[in-house]
């Protein structure tokens, strides 16, 4: 984009301003340009207007309603005047420069100029292709509401919006990507969400200066946190507004990239990534259940297998109660092998699902069960122990809710898992220790990742633990640094 | 530093909840570190347990070995956890870094392991321990030197931010 002074502005020669537009926007060689010449009043009128993200039958009933000026007015002076007012649409705005108005057409705006006259009309007709809302797939419920994210922005904004019809509600629009210029959106509480934080995030945001960003809000997550190689989500994804809603009145923030259906919520704990909308439609004490069986079940896809090879390598740590434990054939491989071979397996199994069509998804399913597991053991390559212990491991990686989570757990699982193979219980320990160092020292813009954990905060563990029912949960987490504490009057109950 | 400074001056305003909240945390501590530490037994990781600390040593009554033993231990290590943390709070509040947590961890396995070893008679000097069990116990003391220090730190140097908000909003 060029600097602000040399903004070439409208000319009131409409010759001019055609042939600056089919110099910068190759009308005539891009197709999806189109343009039409109307001479109103015995003047020349042209509308510039993108095939394709504009709404046909808008734009012909706006055309109609020009050429009806023929037939209804005389005032040939006063046509400009007399074009705005008969532009039949809410949001219409005449625009000084030509740049912007590029801009706007290039989003699928209408851009209308009249010649002899010093600006140009800019009309939102805008109608993007997309899908209509519909329940994301990775984070279903039972019971809840069924709308998602889809790739329109505002779409997206106005689900919010929906759920929250606070005029204090935020949302502020940004254009990222020098060429993309793709659309953010900021939305905060601004009576509730933290103020500098705010302005970190717009600082980052403003100093990005890439030319553009297909990948959306992960590429835009990658500039706008420290750490690019750190294996752990710092920001939380979600496809559901009644969650994004839910995190923007505990004083979150959160960024909504267009083309992208999932929205950013900023700043994320460890915890966060817990968390999903299901225990939250349960009765208070099933969903602090579920809670705990899934923490459990996080907690086994890190530390079961690196366990459980401690066990086999080391068998005098075994209490004489426990003693059962352990294969009662070793196999033909050491078993730490083993156990990587067959995390690899369920990677590999992994990815050929994502990309296997449906249809053969079924025969995928009985290689990997049938053909793989069975076999393997037959033929003496693993004992039947490191499937089970494997499969609940992976298992443990499927429960947890966030994807991203479940990738860098199991990631340092496998580290863990050489470590101990190596250096047995020296291994093991400090290989946890290193772990939940890492953890700590981990911060998603100045946040600590492991809160309320370490640093401790008994209150906030406490609705981590627990879900604590609505009705008791009057202040919002500290780690967002509210303006506002109170969610509802303190005496209520 | 000039941070530091201002907040020399308002040493005074210092809220109690913020040393009680320490105390939980130093409560907390101590029971989980504990418990940790019984597990870390029971698989064999180290030979001694918590229990031979605060009891073992003195206390020589059947009901040491059951449950009982091991709930009062559990107590007794948090209640003591509280003057660690008390300790800390005092000492080391200001320092804003997780590492001075593991230091403090280090320092304080040293101590109990190596200096107060004699004062247990159920504890094997240091140099007769299995180097598991050293390195099991070492691990625990940083994770648990961690978990007080920081938390403790972060709540002081939070809470101060917050006040400065305050008072720089009016």
């Keep these: 984009m060029g600097e602000k002074d040399n903004k070439i502005p409208v000319s009131s020669k409409i010759a001019e301003n055609e042939s600056y537009m089919t110099k910068k926007l190759g009308l005539g060689v891009s197709y999806d340009l189109g343009f039409r010449e109307l001479i109103i009043l015995k003047r020349k009128v042209h509308v510039f207007y993108l095939t394709g993200l504009c709404d046909s039958a808008i734009v012909q009933e706006i055309i109609k309603v020009l050429i009806a000026i023929n ?82 922005i505002v779409e997206n904004t106005a689900l919010n919006r929906r759920r929250i019809r606070d005029a204090r509600l935020r949302h502020e629009m940004m254009k990222v990507g020098e060429r993309s210029k793709t659309d953010v959106c900021l939305s905060y509480i601004e009576d509730v969400a933290d103020k500098g934080l705010i302005q970190l995030i717009k600082n980052r945001i403003k100093e990005i200066e890439i030319d553009g960003i297909s990948m959306a809000d992960k590429a835009l997550e990658e500039f706008v946190i420290d750490r690019k190689w750190n294996p752990y989500p710092l920001v939380r994804y979600t496809e559901r507004p009644d969650v994004a809603a839910n995190h923007l009145l505990e004083g979150h923030v959160i960024i909504i990239v267009d083309t ?72 033909n491989i050491p078993v730490m092998v083993q156990i990587l071979l067959a995390s690899i397996g369920i990677e590999f199994l992994r990815m050929a699902a994502i990309h296997t069509p449906t249809p053969l998804s079924t025969a995928l399913g009985l290689i990997a069960a049938v053909l793989i597991g069975q076999i393997a053991i037959d033929v003496g390559l693993f004992i039947p122990e490191v499937i089970l212990y494997t499969s609940i491991a992976a298992t443990g990686v499927y429960v947890t809710p966030s994807h991203e989570l479940s990738v860098a757990n199991k990631a340092i699982s496998i580290c863990i898992i050489i470590l101990t193979g190596f250096f047995g219980l020296i291994g093991f320990t400090i290989g946890i220790v290193l772990h939940v160092l890492f953890l700590t020292h981990m911060r998603s813009l100045r946040t600590p990742y492991l809160w309320p954990l370490i640093p401790f905060n008994p209150s906030a563990m406490l609705h981590t633990i627990f879900r604590i029912p609505a009705p008791f949960t009057n202040s919002r987490p500290s780690i967002v640094h509210p303006k506002n504490n109170y969610r509802q009057p303190d005496k209520k109950n | 530093m000039k941070e530091e400074n201002q907040l020399e001056q308002n ?66 290590i948090g209640l003591l ?79 101060k931010e917050k006040e400065q908000k305050e008072k720089e909003q009016g």
Excluded at chain 1, 308 to 315: C, G, K, Q, R
Excluded at chain 2, 103 to 125: C, D, K, R, T
Excluded at chain 2, 136 to 144: K, V
């Design chain 2, 11 to 76: 040493k005074r305003e210092e809220p109690l909840s913020l040393i009680a909240r320490a105390m939980i945390t130093g409560f907390t501590g101590g029971v989980i570190a504990s418990i940790a530490g019984f597990v870390m037994n029971y698989f064999n990781f180290t030979e001694i347990s918590p229990k031979s600390f605060v009891l073992k040593s003195w206390v020589r009554a059947s009901w040491v070995d059951g449950w009982l033993g091991t709930a009062i231990s559990i107590l007794i």
């Design chain 2, 81 to 159: 956890s509280l003057l660690i943390a008390l300790i800390y709070y005092i000492a080391l509040r200001k320092l804003y870094t997780m590492w001075m947590g593991v230091v403090f961890g280090i320092i304080l396995w040293g101590l109990i392991f190596f200096v107060l070893q004699p004062l247990f008679p159920n504890i094997p000097a240091f140099v007769d321990l299995e180097v598991n069990t050293l390195v099991s116990t070492a691990c625990l003391f940083i994770l648990y030197g961690t978990f007080i220090g920081y938390s403790i730190a972060y709540d002081y140097h939070d809470t």
């Design chain 1, 260 to 331: 992208s259906p999932s929205a950013i919520i900023l700043p994320t704990t460890y915890f966060h990534h817990l968390q999903h909308a299901e225990e939250y439609r349960q009765t208070p004490a099933l969903g602090t259940l579920v809670r705990w069986v899934r923490f459990f079940a996080v907690f086994l896809s890190i530390y079961l297998l690196p366990f459980w090879l401690l066990l086999v390598n080391d068998p005098t740590l075994l209490p004489p109660d426990l003693s059962y434990i352990g294969p009662t054939e070793m196999g």
């Design chain 1, 71 to 152: 037939d209804n007015e005389s005032n040939q002076k006063k046509l400009p005047e007399i074009i705005e007012n008969r532009l039949i649409h809410q949001q219409l705005e005449p625009t000084e420069t030509m740049d912007e108005a590029i801009d706007q057409l290039l989003s699928g705006l209408i851009v209308v100029f009249v010649n002899g006259y010093k600006y140009a009309f800019v009309v939102d007709v805008r109608n993007y292709p997309g899908r209509s809302p519909e329940e994301p797939d990775t984070e279903r419920v039972v019971r809840g509401s069924r709308d998602g994210y889809t790739e329109n």
